[in-house]
């Protein structure tokens, strides 16, 4: 029997078939990713770990099992706090970690079970911020009554500029008005937006600062929830008028910001003053001061006539003090007169600047906008006017189709 086994124990061992262990994991994690696939995952975080890479690493748990799970870069997709014991919905996808043969699931999104995340993640950023003060009433400063600089960031191409300009141009043309771009929507929005805000202030740019953008889901407005660009509008040492969406949507910068104006065209208003308005200021100016120079004629007069009845001989005083008297009618009427004269000059003034400040001056003097008819973007360059292509013409007076031969 001895000699039977020591020929067995001999025999070539390339007639034993076998895997390595990397192949046996590697056939594991194919049959994984394969069969299980993406899926959804709804259980409670149990030894939750932060890398200082910015990974996560963390066990979901229910009452019959614990599954591992890794996300990889969760700064950019993390929207809320995560904390052990919160019950989260996870999606990702199985796989398998070769080096200690055991499987885990690989998160890209998760959420909390009955709270939208980006619900929580306002919320929770919504109380920080209270908490730190930034929403303080106290911290708000005035916004000029009669500004004659506006710098407003947005979109150099959305709706809600040319709603502000079109208010802008019919109430008060005599703004200044700056237009800083930024897109207002995506990843690359908040730091657009910050950069906007610090150049404006660095180089004081305007009078008051106007955040704008139309309205769209909470998703299209969360840029404007974004933490570096709410503290961005806290610190703005030029007052800020947070414009963002409709009337029903908030974000974080309406808190943060000196204002908050329902939508685009309200901030318009808020931050120019209808000509006709101007005009019976300064009218109602005019009818104060003439009231009050002739206020002071009339009590000038009544002291003189008390005068001349307690004088009995000093006529030679009395004449003086006649003189004087019509001396001061003579310029108060003069000043008056010089006053309402600078008034009416300063009125024609505004008036002019209006006019030339007007964003349909440039089209009146003869040059026409070509846009698509579609999306109304601008046709910029020649390259873009491809024979056949229709397009959309913009006159000061109007708008016609065309296309290009």
């Not at 998160?107 to 993640?121: C, F, N, R, T, Y």
């Not at 000059?345 to 001056?361: C, D, F, N, T, V």
């Amino acid at each position: 029997m001895s000699e039977q086994f020591q020929i067995q124990f001999d025999a070539p061992k390339s007639s034993r078939p076998s895997l390595s262990v990397t192949q046996v994991t590697a056939k594991i994690k194919g049959l994984l990713e394969s069969e299980v696939g993406e899926v959804w995952v709804k259980g409670e975080i149990s030894g939750y770990k932060q890398s200082t890479a910015g990974h996560l690493y963390f066990s979901l748990k229910d009452s019959g099992a614990v599954l591992s799970c890794a996300m990889f870069g969760a700064k950019g997709k993390l929207k809320f706090a995560i904390n052990d014991g919160m019950e989260v919905l996870a999606h990702g996808r199985v796989s398998v970690y070769g080096p200690r043969g055991n499987y885990q699931l690989i998160i890209d999104s998760i959420e909390p079970v009955g709270h939208g995340a980006l619900q929580a993640a306002f919320e929770q950023l919504k109380a920080k911020l209270h908490k730190e003060g930034l929403f303080s009433p106290d911290r708000k400063r005035p916004i000029p009554p009669h500004p004659s600089r506006v710098a407003i960031v947005t979109s150099p191409t959305g709706a809600a500029l040319q709603d502000m300009l079109t208010v802008l141009g019919r109430r008060n043309a005599g703004i200044s008005i700056l237009v800083v771009p930024s897109v207002v929507q995506g990843d690359a929005a908040p730091e657009q937006l910050v950069r906007a805000v610090e150049v404006i202030n660095k180089y004081k740019l305007a009078d008051v600062l106007v955040m704008a953008r139309g309205g769209g889901s909470m998703e299209d407005l969360w840029c404007f929830n974004d933490e570096k660009v709410v503290r961005a509008v806290a610190a703005s040492a030029i007052p800020v008028i947070s414009a963002v969406g409709h009337e029903v949507d908030f974000t974080l910068c309406d808190f943060a910001a000196d204002l908050r104006a329902p939508t685009p065209s309200a901030a318009a208003e808020l931050v120019s003053r209808n000509r006709l308005e101007l005009i019976e200021a300064l009218s109602s100016s005019e009818r104060r001061l003439a009231l009050g120079m002739s206020g002071r004629i009339a009590r000038a007069k009544s002291a003189l006539l008390m005068l001349e009845n307690r004088l009995v001989s000093p006529s030679e005083r009395l004449a003086r003090l006649k003189n004087t008297l019509a001396e001061l009618e003579l310029h108060m009427s003069y000043t008056i007169e010089g006053r309402i004269s600078e008034r009416r000059r300063q009125l024609e003034a505004l008036s002019g600047r209006m006019e030339a400040l007007s964003p349909l001056k440039v089209l009146g003097r003869g040059y026409t906008l070509v846009q698509d008819p579609v999306t109304s973007e601008l046709v910029k360059s020649a390259k873009d006017a491809k024979a056949g292509r229709e397009v959309a013409l913009v006159f000061h007076d109007g708008k016609t189709r065309a296309r290009i031969l």
